[in-house]
């Protein structure tokens, strides 16, 4: 197993991505936390911030697809746009592996995906796919 993690600070919010790869899958985990530095210095990351709970989060499988498997912002941060950051992240992902995104959505939360690009899956009413672009041969 290989377990790969790092931090990113972006516009006040610390994001955690922590990846574990072993032969057959890969599996990831992006987590944001409310993290205005105070001055201390974006370099240093504050431990205390990181045992506070998320604000956002998305957990996710590559095998054949990225399947998302859990996708949540906490209430009183939605409609901010970080649904739509993670999901970019993820897509972004997907891109890189050159696979589809697969997930099943709660009812509520159907018209954000819509919002994002992802379409229905043909013969569903609540599992989305996304497809990667396809790569450009020089």
């Not at 890189?96 to 099943?104: M, S």
């Amino acid at each position: 197993k290989l377990i790969w993690e790092t931090y990113l600070w972006f516009y006040g919010v610390l994001m955690e991505f922590r990846i574990v790869f072993d032969s057959i899958e890969a599996k990831g985990t992006l987590t944001l936390y409310e993290a205005w530095t105070k001055g201390k210095g974006k370099d240093k990351i504050n431990k205390q911030i990181l045992q506070e709970e998320p604000i956002a989060s998305v957990d996710y499988i590559v095998t054949d697809a990225v399947e998302v498997t859990d996708l949540k912002v906490k209430e009183e941060y939605r409609k901010k746009g970080l649904g739509r950051l993670i999901m970019n992240i993820v897509m972004a992902l997907a891109n890189y592996y050159d696979k589809p995104i697969e997930l099943t959505s709660a009812d509520d939360a159907i018209p954000f995906y819509k919002s994002i690009g992802m379409k229905l899956k043909k013969g569903t009413k609540d599992v989305f796919i996304w497809k990667p672009k396809p790569k450009k041969r020089l």
